[in-house]
Nanobody
């Protein structure tokens, strides 16, 4: 199993920046993909960004050019640098780890990001 712990959420004004971090422990060698999701009140959980073992990175259209995901395999962490934040980015952000071919999926506890206008 893989355990994930997020940190770095908070309150920021529109146009500001925040950096989220996620630390992984456990069977970290088995992680295939690390992802960030977010869930706004009353809405479904949406995929924000993915970082694959191959080095490939994918972003949701809504955050392209503003958010950057980075994965440090030596430190077993994944970060999400969020710039030019908008009120619509307000959500609980979750770290997610996926095993090969979806053999497992692990979630962090979530961290709140609030962007004021």
């Amino acid at each position: 199993q893989v355990q994930l712990v997020e940190s770095g959420g908070g309150l920021v004004q529109a146009g500001g920046s925040l950096r989220l971090s996620c630390a992984a422990s456990g069977k970290i060698f088995s992680i295939w993909i690390m992802r960030w999701y977010r869930q706004a009140p009353g809405k479904q959980r949406d995929l924000v960004a993915s970082a694959f073992n191959s080095g490939s990175i994918i972003y949701a259209d809504s955050v392209k050019g503003r958010f950057t995901i980075s994965r440090d395999n030596a430190k077993n962490t994944v970060s999400l640098q969020m710039n030019s934040l908008k009120p619509e980015d307000t959500a609980v952000y979750y770290c997610n780890a996926v095993g090969p071919s979806g053999t497992f999926t692990s979630w962090g506890q979530g961290t709140q990001v609030t962007v004021s206008s």
